[in-house]
């Protein structure tokens, strides 16, 4: 026994010689020798060269470490970049008292700043497919080659090389990136700490990661399969992880059936988080192919599914997706996907809801352009469920059912399928939209249009849309359309038909009808007073075919004004074209017009303008108000360019026929109108219409090609009632006669005033017949007929006849003939009118027939401007007796109409000096106004004594202040 303990002593101390000498031996050995037998071993085992920068050293304890710096490992022969992995340091530590049996155990491997590629080729080859080595030089060689080291005795080339056993494997500040050769793409993802943990080759590995990435931080810990497993041994490679991503909690369960190629994937993975909004926010930044995905805060998720397959057919099934909150949205989801990356063999079904829609479009306006500041009233709950599958090699949507809103509001329903939802085509939509007011739903955009504010604050009524969708978002049709929307007896639309592509507006075939009876709110979109504003009805049907654009069987009434025919639109071509042909019984014009206020004076007196001060305190209105001409000092006629763009926009051709036409109390029948507008010529040619017995035809042009612009005019009359028309006008009741006349006139200008300026050709008017009316002469002339006191006798105002031509020469209308002829006076005229410069020179001259008046007229010129005219008595034309006469008979017009009483019973006549017919003289062309010569000055007699006291006699400003009625009068006829 004592034996044996020497024994063992003696081995013992043997060993401890030995552990002593090997430690002295291994101290005193340079490793870097064995450099090159390294990266020869590696070289052999993967194809790949190995290279070693730094010095090989040896920390001898009982858990001997050998570290190395500066270590490269070369890239595949086609890779982007020379090293596949480059390390700082790596470091591993070996179990010494295995050593002693020839088994190498690793107790801990640790690789510091490691930065590896993971990358493939175009063919999808990867870099960490190694090959056998070929004996060239490796083209991914570093240029500077490794330092020569002396080849030191190893194992022989056959023998057999065991895999090491290692416990532990830590890496520190990694980086490890992703290029896809295919695309280009990168991805790169940092770990700061990962740490695998093993009891040898064939024990499962633990594996714990934390780090931070985009700011945010994650942790994952779990156990998977053994090296020998992941090196292509027997069996599955079984997953299980846990731990927290991106914010989110990740479950992943599972194993692949060969890990170096991932086939035979099967994996049950579950995400669920706080917030999905966030987690997409922060993928964004890792996965480039959610560059432009965005997800608003929705709330909690939990996504659940089992992956199976490769990477390159990868699986989803028992999908379920449950994401959101009720009271914003709720989006759930199940079923499978053959293929993700196809995708093909798509089945899921879908559901989305929520209890209001405006919180989804106000959660979803941050991250959506469109929707910025678009303010969205409650609408009500929303929900939508359908069924997506791979049908026909495309992904399909059935069983769509969609209900959103409330019929308060907005009502909408969509249901259907579309056959092809990537290419959103082969749809198959029933749509329907409804609610009780439409001028809710205009109240939503009346901020972006303000001309629908006024009609967001009428009660408009109920509106109903239907429809069924076929074909294609890019081309998508409508049948079955029904609309209707307002109220019967009040304002009511209807509308029924087809639509072949509503983005382009073809193939139309709609039947409508309009009824508006209460429309006073919708006057100002036509610019109308809403106090004058008339019933309108309307029908029709709507057709479009090639290009063209039809109205078929329109029957329109507006008021008492009706119309029927037919209006088309042709779009092709340089402009678009219209034609018409269109038929009234009548067309009252008095209901488009302007109801005048019937005290304007009182309301003027009750209502003064604001301060200027005031301006800025006026409320904001929605219309824009009509620009203000500028004034043009001293001129009446307009000289603002008249819209003659507006005669490039379209062409058009419309033939108009009226029975009747009614304007005031003139009635105007058999009226006709042909209208042709092509490339800017626009002409009216003809205009044809009876009055009362008379008959007018009249054609013009204005041809928009020329420059400047030119106009004609060309009219005839027979038999015109013309006091009717000015009666109707209310330029006066002064006339009643009928007229035939003649106007043939040309001009060019951009303006009024431009064209009255250039205005060429000649105007004729010959009447027969009439009377003058003394009640509107007296008003009209401010009292002139206390002077001519046979206007106020009926047979003194009979109309024998009036007779007036001017001829028109760059502006300036000559008078060629002028007469009046009744049975108390002859008024005869002459001089001009320039309407370049405004101006008037006329002399108007009466001749009373009665001898005993004859010296009670006086003569008297107009002349000024249109603006300011000027009515000046021509006394010396008239001679001294006629300013006294005409002086007492304004001092005592009683005294003297009872002494004259009697001379205007019988002596009136037609006859002019020597019994001439002075109507006859005008028509034949004579001077009609030879104004009479001025009479020459009476030198005063020699008095040889003072002359006794007389009357005061009257002169020329006391005449001229007298008649000034006269003259106000005449203004009133330019409108000032």
Same mark, same amino acid.
């Given at each position: 026994m004592a034996r044996a303990g020497k024994i063992v002593a003696i081995v013992g101390a043997v060993l401890v010689v030995l552990v002593i000498v090997a430690v002295v031996a291994l101290k005193s050995m340079d490793f870097s020798v064995y450099r090159g037998l390294i990266a020869e071993q590696v070289e052999q085992a993967t194809g790949r060269r190995l290279v070693i920068d730094g010095d090989l050293a040896l920390d001898i304890s009982l858990h001997p470490a050998i570290a190395a710096e500066g270590v490269a490992f070369a890239n595949a022969p086609w890779g982007s970049r020379p090293h596949m992995a480059r390390l700082e340091r790596v470091e591993a530590q070996v179990e010494l008292l295995p050593l002693l049996t020839g088994d190498v155990r690793v107790s801990r491997v640790v690789l510091m700043g490691l930065d590896a590629l993971l990358e493939t080729d175009a063919q999808g080859r990867g870099n960490w497919e190694f090959e056998a080595p070929s004996g060239e030089a490796d083209p991914a060689e570093p240029s500077e080659p490794a330092p020569e080291t002396p080849r030191t005795p190893g194992p022989a080339e056959d023998t057999e090389v065991f895999l090491p056993v290692v416990r532990e494997v830590q890496l520190q500040d990694v980086t490890v990136t992703y290029r896809d050769g295919a695309t280009g793409e990168e991805m790169a993802v940092a770990v700061d700490s990962l740490q695998f943990r093993s009891q040898g080759p064939e024990s499962p590995l633990h594996l714990e990661a934390a780090g931070t990435y985009g700011g945010v931080d994650y942790a994952l810990s779990g156990r998977l399969g053994s090296v020998r497993q992941l090196a292509g041994g027997d069996g599955p490679f079984p997953v299980?992880?846990?731990?927290?991503?991106?914010?989110?909690?990740?479950?992943?369960?599972?194993? !692949?059936? #060969?890990?170096?190629? /991932?086939?035979?994937?099967? +994996?049950?993975?579950?995400?669920?988080?706080?917030?999905? $909004?966030?987690?997409?926010?922060?993928?964004?930044?890792? !996965?480039? #192919?959610?560059?432009? /995905?965005?997800?608003?805060? +929705?709330?909690?998720?939990?996504?659940?599914?089992?992956? $199976?397959?490769?990477?390159?057919?990868?699986?989803?099934a028992d999908i379920i997706v449950a994401a959101g909150r009720s009271d914003l949205i709720r989006i759930e989801a199940s079923g499978t996907v053959a293929d993700v990356l196809a995708p093909s063999g798509v089945d899921l079904a879908v559901s989305v809801s929520g209890d209001e829609l405006a919180r989804v479009i106000a959660a979803a306006a941050p991250l959506v352009p469109a929707l910025a500041g678009v303010s969205v009233p409650d609408t009500g709950p929303f929900a939508a469920s359908l069924l997506a599958q791979e049908s026909d090699g495309g992904l399909g949507v059935t069983d769509l059912d969609v209900a959103a809103g409330g019929p308060d509001l907005v009502e909408v329903k969509i249901s259907g399928s579309v056959a092809d939802v990537l290419a959103a085509a082969r749809l198959n939509l029933a749509v329907s939209v409804s609610g009780k007011e439409l001028a809710r739903v205009l109240g939503l955009v009346a901020p972006m249009a303000p001309p629908l504010q006024d009609l967001a604050r009428t009660d408009i009524g109920p509106y109903r849309f239907s429809a069924l969708v076929r074909g294609s978002a890019a081309k998508p049709s409508l049948r079955d359309v029904a609309v209707e929307a307002g109220r019967p007896g009040k304002v009511h639309v209807k509308a029924d038909g087809a639509v072949g592509d509503l983005l382009t507006a073809k193939g139309i075939d709609l039947a409508f009808a309009f009824e508006g009876r209460e429309l006073a709110p919708f006057a100002h979109l036509a610019a109308m007073d809403p106090a004058t504003v008339p019933p309108v009805t309307v029908s029709g049907r709507v057709r479009e075919k090639a290009g063209t654009y039809t109205v078929d069987g329109l029957r329109a009434k507006v008021g008492a004004t009706d119309l029927v025919g037919r209006v088309g639109l042709f779009v092709e071509g340089p402009r678009p074209r219209v034609e018409a042909a269109l038929n009234s019984r009548l067309i009252f014009v008095d209901e488009f017009l302007p109801k005048a206020s019937a005290k304007p004076a009182e309301a003027e007196a009750k209502d003064p303008p604001p301060p200027a001060t005031a301006a800025a305190e006026k409320p904001r209105t929605t219309s824009t108000p009509a620009p203000v001409p500028a004034p043009r000092p001293g001129r009446v006629l307009p000289a603002d360019p008249l819209p003659l763009d507006l005669l490039g926009l379209a062409d058009a051709k419309v033939a108009l026929r009226a029975n009747r036409v009614r304007y005031k109390d003139l009635g105007v029948s058999r009226v006709t109108v042909d209208l042709d507008l092509t490339d800017r010529r626009l002409t009216v040619k003809p205009v044809t219409a009876r009055i009362g017995e008379g008959q007018m035809t009249a054609e013009a042009t204005l041809d928009g090609r020329a420059s400047p612009p030119e106009v004609t005019v060309r009219a005839n009359g027979r038999r015109v009632p013309w006091g009717d028309i000015l009666k109707a006008m209310h330029l006066t009741g002064l006339i009643q006669t009928t007229l035939d006349t003649e106007v043939e006139l040309s001009g060019r200008g951009r303006s009024v005033a431009a064209i009255l300026a250039s205005l060429d050709g000649t105007t004729r008017v010959v009447g027969r017949e009439g009377r003058l009316d003394s009640t509107a002469l007296k008003a009209v002339t401010a009292g002139i007929t206390d002077v001519i006191p046979w206007l106020n006798k009926a047979d003194a105002n009979q109309i024998n006849c009036l007779v007036s031509r001017f001829d028109i020469e760059d502006g300036l209308a000559q008078s060629r003939a002028f007469l009046l002829d009744t049975n108390g006076v002859t008024v005869e005229g002459s001089g001009s009118v320039n309407l370049a410069d405004e101006t008037l020179d006329l002399s108007i001259n009466a001749k009373g027939k009665s001898v005993s008046l004859a010296d009670l007229v006086v003569p008297f010129t107009v002349g000024g401007t249109f603006a300011s005219p000027s009515v000046r008595p021509d006394l010396a034309a008239a001679g001294k007796g006629t300013v006294k006469a005409v002086k007492g008979l304004i001092k005592k017009p009683k005294e003297l109409l009872g002494a004259l009483g009697g001379l205007l019973g019988g002596e009136g006549g037609t006859s002019g000096a020597g019994g001439e017919d002075p109507c006859m003289k005008a028509l034949g062309g004579g001077p009609t106004a030879a104004a009479p010569a001025p009479a020459k000055k009476a030198e005063p007699a020699v008095q040889t004594a003072p002359p006794p006291p007389q009357e005061e006699e009257p002169t020329v400003e006391d005449v001229i202040e007298d008649i000034k009625g006269l003259g106000k009068s005449l203004k009133g006829l330019f409108g000032r």
């Open positions: 299980s992880v846990q731990g927290t991503v991106l914010g989110a909690a990740v479950q992943v369960e599972g194993a !692949v059936a #060969d890990p170096r190629t /991932a086939d035979g994937i099967d +994996i049950a993975a579950n995400i669920t988080g706080e917030d999905l $909004g966030r987690v997409v926010e922060t993928a964004r930044a890792l !996965v480039p #192919d959610l560059a432009g /995905a965005t997800v608003p805060s +929705i709330g909690p998720f939990d996504l659940s599914a089992r992956i $199976g397959g490769s990477p390159e057919r990868l699986s989803v």
